[in-house]
């Protein structure tokens, strides 16, 4: 979505940090980049005045003059002030303190209400609720009939007591003479309201009726259903690829009915993503959530700070962490953990349960992209091939039991058979074993204590700052004290170091923490993060 904005940002500065100082037409002219960036991704006219004005009067202060790098102060100004044109803080959902919380989404047709009620209602359910959907657009063609099959792939239950306009014309608000009704949305939105309650539902999702343009009848409507259920939450649905536009239709429902929160969907799409700058500060009300997807599961909070990340390429390691978690299964970490410590050797069978994990954490793609600096990569991002995923797992499965504990037992003949289980050519296998005894090196290595096999710099890799590119000379081994006392001190000695060695490294590879001891003081941690760290880091 941010791709073009992503990019310009990320040029402009780029060519201010290697300035070791600023003056006053250095800053304008960053100011005036940004603002052609902001321009070019629709975001609203008042919207970039306002940032613009805000960072540059930052930007020739003090706290950019006295600084000892300013290019990076601009950098960091500029993602504050994005963080606060997003909407600052995270804002999660007002819950009733009186079952049922009855959400109400509105918004015009084709902006996605309601494959997003499906989708809030999968990730209500996720969160340990009861939801409910209730199908109170009974304008659009089949747009119960809709409703229902969403609520049956995201597995939550539909009210659905009116069949709607399945006549494929736009049914009339009223039942006057030479007109047609197809029931009262309003009554239906406080019928499924009371449903709720009587069945033991904590949430009501009412999906409610949208137009092409907004119009008296809408508004009356929405304005209806909204005083009738009490609605505790009014979600504005917001395409976040249709501009201007958006944020213009968002400040009339805003206006006419009074809505507590957007929600951007077709965020995964390529448009210029105006609408989402502009939304939060227009209506004066935060984004809560934002649509990344077709499936059910494609639903995310939305974090202003982390959103601000992407958008200037810093990354969004908190939100890949999260993932991360709900994907990987503890008493896998744990198996893992237990294998590395009692040096087993890592297996095709571990290889498939990793894979599987990542598969659950969703799209390659988009888990790269949430790298710092992986916008830089875009070209090979884009041209990386998931379905090579699919072809490596059908190479595994079509080993035996065997054969996955013992890869280097796979001679000619297995190979050729294990190609033609999985459909690929016997070099695929051959290069898929050769990646795997990779792998399985790089663990014997961090088992050991040291880093990455061949990173320059890095404990236990290639050369490092100021050593010679020439091959190093080995180190003599110590040789043994002929003093039995003596030798069984020093072999105890060794044998604790090499045990503190591998605990440090399985702190860093399965994220158990910091080694005890070890001052985190200095380092320099995006927000939130010390939650994912031990007790003795925070």
């Given at each position: 979505?941010?791709?073009s904005l992503?990019?310009?940002l990320?040029?402009?500065?780029?060519n201010?940090?290697?300035?070791?100082?600023?003056?006053?037409?250095?800053?304008?002219?960053?100011?005036r980049?940004?603002?052609?960036a902001l321009?070019?991704?629709?975001?609203?006219l008042?919207?970039?005045k306002?940032?613009?004005?805000?960072?540059?009067?930052?930007?020739?202060?003090?706290?950019?003059?006295?600084?000892?790098n300013?290019g990076q102060?601009?950098?960091?100004?500029?993602?504050?002030?994005l963080?606060?044109?997003?909407?600052?803080?995270?804002?999660?959902?007002?819950?009733a303190?009186?079952?049922?919380?009855?959400?109400?989404l509105?918004?015009?047709q084709?902006?996605?209400?309601t494959t997003?009620?499906?989708?809030?209602?999968?990730?209500l359910?996720e969160?340990g609720?009861?939801?409910?959907l209730?199908?109170?657009?009974?304008?659009?063609p089949n747009?119960?009939?809709?409703l229902q099959?969403v609520?049956?792939?995201?597995?939550?239950?539909?009210f659905?007591?009116?069949?709607?306009?399945v006549?494929?014309h736009d049914?009339?608000?009223?039942?006057?003479?030479?007109t047609?009704s197809?029931?009262?949305?309003v009554?239906?939105?406080v019928?499924?309201?009371?449903?709720?309650?009587t069945?033991?539902?904590?949430?009501?999702?009412?999906d409610t009726?949208?137009?092409?343009?907004?119009?008296?009848?809408?508004?009356?409507?929405?304005?209806?259903?909204?005083?009738?259920?009490q609605?505790?939450?009014?979600?504005?649905v917001?395409d976040?690829?249709?501009?201007?536009?958006a944020?213009?239709?968002?400040?009339?429902?805003?206006?006419?009915?009074g809505?507590?929160?957007s929600?951007?969907?077709?965020?995964?799409g390529?448009?210029?993503?105006?609408a989402?700058?502009?939304?939060?500060?227009?209506?004066g009300?935060?984004?809560?959530?934002?649509?990344?997807?077709?499936g059910?599961?494609?639903?995310?909070?939305?974090?202003?700070?982390r959103?601000a990340?992407?958008i200037?390429?810093?990354?969004d390691?908190l939100?890949l962490?999260?993932?991360?978690e709900?994907?990987?299964?503890?008493?896998?970490?744990?198996?893992?953990?237990?294998?590395?410590?009692?040096?087993?050797?890592f297996?095709?069978d571990d290889?498939?349960?990793q894979?599987?994990?990542?598969?659950?954490m969703?799209s390659?793609?988009?888990?790269?992209?949430?790298m710092?600096?992986?916008?830089?990569?875009?070209?090979?991002?884009?041209s990386?091939?998931?379905?090579e995923f699919?072809?490596v797992?059908?190479m595994v499965?079509s080993m035996t039991?065997?054969?996955?504990t013992?890869p280097?037992?796979?001679n000619?003949?297995?190979?050729?058979?294990?190609a033609r289980?999985?459909?690929v050519t016997?070099s695929?296998?051959?290069?898929?074993?050769?990646?795997?005894?990779q792998?399985?090196?790089?663990?014997?290595?961090?088992?050991?204590?040291?880093?990455?096999?061949?990173?320059?710099?890095?404990?236990?890799g290639?050369a490092?700052?100021?050593?010679?590119?020439g091959?190093q000379q080995?180190?003599?081994?110590?040789?043994?004290s002929g003093?039995?006392?003596?030798r069984a001190?020093?072999?105890?000695a060794?044998?604790?170091?090499q045990?503190e060695?591998a605990?440090?490294?399985?702190?860093?590879a399965?994220?158990?923490?910091?080694?005890q001891?070890?001052d985190?003081s200095d380092?320099?941690?995006?927000?939130?993060?010390?939650?994912?760290?031990?007790n003795?880091?925070?």
């Open positions: 979505m941010f791709n992503s990019d310009r990320t040029d402009t500065f780029r201010l940090k290697r300035k070791g100082s600023l003056t006053e037409s250095d800053v304008n002219a960053t100011i980049d940004i603002r052609l321009l070019d991704a629709d975001v609203a008042p919207v970039v306002s940032f613009t004005g805000a960072v540059r009067e930052r930007a020739l202060g003090a706290e950019v003059s006295k600084s000892l300013p102060q601009v950098v960091k100004i500029v993602n504050e002030e963080v606060s044109i997003l909407g600052g803080q995270t804002r999660r959902l007002n819950l303190k009186q079952p049922p919380t009855v959400i109400m509105a918004g015009l084709g902006s996605g209400k997003f009620a499906g989708k809030l209602g999968h990730w359910r969160a609720h009861t939801p409910i209730v199908a109170a657009d009974l304008q659009r747009a119960v009939n809709q099959v609520g049956e792939r995201a597995g939550i239950p539909v659905a007591p009116e069949r709607g306009n006549f494929g049914a009339a608000m009223d039942s006057g003479e030479g047609k197809f029931g009262d949305p009554d239906v939105a019928d499924g309201v009371e449903n709720a309650r069945k033991g539902h904590d949430v009501v999702i009412i009726a949208g137009r092409l343009a907004v119009d008296v009848d809408l508004m009356r409507q929405a304005h209806d259903i909204r005083l009738e259920t609605a505790d939450e009014v979600l504005f917001i976040a690829m249709i501009g201007q536009a944020v213009e239709t968002a400040k009339a429902f805003a206006d006419g009915v809505i507590t929160g929600v951007l969907t077709k965020l995964d390529d448009a210029r993503g105006g989402a700058l502009s939304v939060a500060t227009v209506t009300e935060p984004i809560l959530f934002a649509s990344t997807g077709e059910y599961k494609d639903l995310e909070t939305f974090h202003p700070d959103m990340s992407r200037l390429d810093m990354g390691v939100t962490i999260e993932q991360a709900k994907a990987f299964d503890a008493a896998q970490q744990r198996e893992m953990a237990r294998k590395f410590m009692a040096e087993e050797d297996t095709f290889f498939l349960e894979m599987q994990a990542i598969k659950k969703g390659l793609k988009q888990m790269l992209g949430m710092p600096g992986m916008q830089q990569m875009r070209a090979q991002l884009d990386l091939d998931e379905r699919d072809r797992e059908a499965r039991p065997f054969e996955r013992h280097k037992q796979i000619g003949s297995r190979r050729a058979r294990i289980g999985s459909g016997p695929d296998v051959n290069q898929l074993l050769e990646r795997f005894g792998a399985q090196k790089m663990m014997r290595q961090m088992r050991k204590g040291g880093g990455m096999p061949g990173m320059p710099g890095m404990p236990g290639g490092g700052k100021g050593k010679g590119k091959k080995p180190q003599r081994k110590k040789s043994k003093n039995p006392a003596k001190a020093e072999e105890k060794a044998a604790q170091r045990e060695g605990q440090k490294a399985l702190g860093n399965f994220g158990a923490g910091a080694a001891g070890d985190m380092l320099q941690l995006p927000k939130g993060f010390e939650k994912f760290l031990g003795d880091s925070k």
